[in-house]
């Protein structure tokens, strides 16, 4: 028979957002390894609040909020707060209570920026990354290294003489009309009034300047897992000086070997990476001024060939990242709140590659 289409809500539920989840679901595996995560980064969240005051929003729930917006590609936190009002799969992640109230968006946003001040993001990274050296996921002998850039949360607009005088006030205030055309603009001439910190960049030649950052990043070669993440100001040297500040932090003595592009073909980012200790496997940049600095005494070995082979899966870290985490436009300012998402990120992605290596290796 028919059923009523009854519309009466019930007053009381039963039911715990423990028992909505499905067993099997994706986000139990993920959820478990930030469990163990947070539990270690507890003393360092005492440090950071004061022992009186008013109870503010556990950082624990903070950042699985944070990873829940990355995961599920949530533009803003508007959103990602509406998205919890409603969703019980968030809501157990998290770890509210089907009755709990969600937070406001700007509570939200000025409770994670006590977060953002902090390094909690590398620590995170750090203790994903011994996660995953503890299962045998990642090598210690064998990286690469690379970078990308990241647009800016500015307007080309924005960019503006850094000694400009006052001008009458333009026609539309918000979107004011700007003719650029014969106009020299740099990075030394020049900066944003939306955020100083980004510097005017392109992919190459032929392609169109941006406000950026440059995002790098430095993965292991076992399973492509990152190890390591840094952004700077981007300029023309950023990916190396950043390449060379995550080598210099590798934990251990013994001989380590770095894939890496033509751009790192330069005598002083091999002499340097040789004075670390590391060899640099990097592709070799036959048409460059002067010859390539790898020669046959690297380029003879079989590792070399595997390091070149393998350093092409430091593209999929910055497909997901610019995607799924939504780091392809930034939607914050300054090179520290940046470099701290984009860490943070970083961590995202090693938990769904982590999760995703159980999977196809079960368990003995």
């Not at 002499?271 to 390539?292: F, I, K, M």
């Not at 590792?303 to 999929?316: M, T």
Request: proline share 5%; aromatic share 8%.
């Amino acid at each position: 028979m028919r059923g009523d289409d009854q519309q009466q809500n019930h007053i009381f539920s039963y039911l715990s957002p423990e028992a909505r989840v499905r067993k099997d679901h994706p986000l139990r595996a993920i959820r478990a390894m930030v469990d163990e995560v947070l539990s270690q980064l507890s003393r360092r969240f005492d440090g950071m609040y004061a022992t009186v005051g008013r109870p503010s929003i556990a950082p624990e729930k903070l950042l699985r909020a944070q990873l829940l917006q990355m995961l599920y590609s949530i533009r803003s936190e508007r959103l990602l707060m509406e998205e919890m009002d409603y969703n019980l799969l968030f809501r157990w992640f998290v770890g509210l209570n089907a009755d709990d109230a969600v937070w406001d968006a700007t509570v939200f946003t000025k409770n994670r920026d006590r977060l953002l001040e902090a390094d909690v993001a590398q620590e995170f990274l750090v203790r994903v990354v011994e996660q995953a050296r503890a299962k045998g996921l990642t090598s210690d002998e064998h990286f690469t290294v690379d970078g990308t850039l990241l647009e800016a949360w500015a307007g080309a607009k924005s960019f503006q003489p850094k000694d400009k005088q006052p001008t009458p006030p333009p026609d539309d205030p918000g979107n004011p009309t700007v003719n650029f055309r014969g106009e020299q603009r740099s990075n030394e001439t020049h900066a944003s009034k939306t955020d100083p910190d980004a510097r005017l960049a392109r992919k190459g030649e032929g392609k169109e300047s941006k406000l950026s950052y440059c995002g790098n990043l430095l993965v292991e070669n076992r399973n492509g897992l990152i190890v390591d993440a840094e952004v700077f100001q981007a300029n023309g040297t950023a990916e190396r000086d950043a390449a060379l500040v995550m080598l210099e932090k590798l934990p251990g003595i013994q001989p380590v070997t770095v894939g890496g592009d033509k751009g790192f073909d330069t005598r002083d980012f091999v002499q340097e990476c040789r004075n670390l200790r590391v060899t640099p496997h990097v592709a070799q940049n036959l048409g460059r001024l002067g010859g390539s600095a790898i020669d046959g005494r690297t380029t003879r070995h079989p590792g070399y060939a595997v390091s070149q082979r393998k350093r092409k899966r430091i593209e999929e870290c910055f497909g997901w990242l610019k995607t799924i985490a939504l780091m392809r436009k930034l939607r914050h300012r300054g090179v520290c709140q940046v470099n701290w998402l984009f860490t943070f990120a970083c961590a995202a992605y090693n938990l769904v590659r982590m999760r995703n290596l159980a999977l196809a290796v079960p368990a003995v």
